[in-house]
């Protein structure tokens, strides 16, 4: 059974940084890709940054360019988002997802899905 638990959100000033954590279990990284997605109130969820061991590849949506960067860790089994320079707009939760299909992972819905952590950034 795949399962997602993601973790690390809190209150942070902006400028700051924060690490996401997404513990995974029931299935490979290098047969799934695995996604940040992240809603904020009155706006459609949109996804962050996705990385696919399979496909050789990460992908960030322009606004955290430069500054977010996920990552695998295979001994902890976990993905991470590490947020650096972080905006108020940055300001929503985020969860972590995670489907065979590349493409699907980033542009669709994913198959899998974590519950929300909360991150607040504040001015």
């Known amino acids: 059974e795949v399962q997602l638990q993601a973790s690390g959100g809190g209150l942070v000033q902006a400028g700051g940084s924060r690490r996401l954590s997404c513990a995974a279990s029931?299935?490979?990284?290098?047969?799934?890709?695995i996604a940040w997605y992240r809603q904020a109130p009155g706006r459609e969820r949109e996804v962050v940054a996705c990385?696919?061991?399979?496909?050789?590849?990460?992908f960030y949506v322009d606004s955290v360019k430069g500054r977010f960067t996920i990552s695998i860790d295979d001994a902890e089994k976990t993905v991470y988002l590490q947020m650096n320079s972080l905006k108020p707009e940055d300001t929503a939760v985020y969860y972590c997802?995670?489907?065979?299909?590349?493409?699907?992972?980033?542009?669709?819905?994913?198959?899998?899905w974590g519950q929300g952590t909360q991150v607040t950034v504040s001015s």
């Open positions: 997802a995670a489907d065979p299909n590349f493409v699907i992972t980033v542009v669709g819905t994913p198959g899998y």
């Open positions: 029931g299935f490979t990284f290098d047969d799934y890709a």
């Open positions: 990385i696919s061991r399979s496909e050789e590849t990460t």
